[in-house]
């Protein structure tokens, strides 16, 4: 198998480990951003890709938009269900590589992400893709984590320990900057870039919030699987408790995490 291959099954195996729907809340906000910053409404075809359990994807049909939503693990897809129905929305559930997009050229009027494509290896090819389903004259907004920051130190943190295979496009976060998404996305998008900080907040202190992730999360959850038998698991888990205290800014029996990520807005030159 190819490393690409091998890394996209390392990818599925991943997202789909835990309880991923379970921390959903924590990012959920930045759905409903994406899902405005695209102006998405009714009759609107709406893309989400690489949409979990559906943050923005829900969120954009609860704007009256008829949505897709496409993720490389089909196991987010049952949560993701009850999720829709939760919130009075039905979406149509698509198993799909954002490398690979399953769709026609420019079907859609919208496309959406959070915290999604960012994670395809190839960023270019992802992008390129991103480009051909939007319609020209369509939206896009997508949301990345930026490489300052919370997040990034903790993927950072967890590479450090897991050693994986070095990314092709460089990291995730490449999409977290201004530099990157223009790179990107400059050729088939008019775009603009903004910083926001999400604060994820727990209502009891930090350790408490790092026990709750730490068996929900999946990239967690794989960390634990690699690193327990190797005798390293307690080591990890320190260096993930010094992190989150170094960057916890909530009170007294409260936890409160500050996520900056890059918010793009554009729209599909014609
Ligand atoms: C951090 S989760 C975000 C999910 C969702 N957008 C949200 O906001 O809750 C990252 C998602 O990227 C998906 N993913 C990773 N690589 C992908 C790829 N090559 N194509 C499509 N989805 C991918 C994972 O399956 C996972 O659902």
Redesign the pocket.
Known sequence: MSTIATM?QQ??AT?AAGD?DAV?PF?WE??GVTAEAAACEPGDRVL??????G??AIQAAMRGAAVTA????PE?FEPGRRRAQDNGVELEWVE????ELPFADASFDVAL????IM???RHSV?AAELARVVRPGGRIALASWRPAGFIAEMFRTIAGFMNPPPPPEGPPVRWGTEAGAHELLDEAFEIRCEERILMQRYPAGIDEMTDYFMPRFGPMVMARRALEPAGRWDEFVAAYRELTRRWNEGGEGESALPAAYLLVTGTRRG
Do not use: C, H, Q, Y
Request: net charge negative; no cysteine; hydrophobic share 55%.
């Open positions: 996209k990818a599925r997202w991923f959903v990012i930045v759905g989400d890709i690489a949409a979990g359990s943050n923005a496409s993720d490389l693990t987010l799909a590589d954002a490398e992400s959070t915290f999604g994670f395809a290896p992802a």
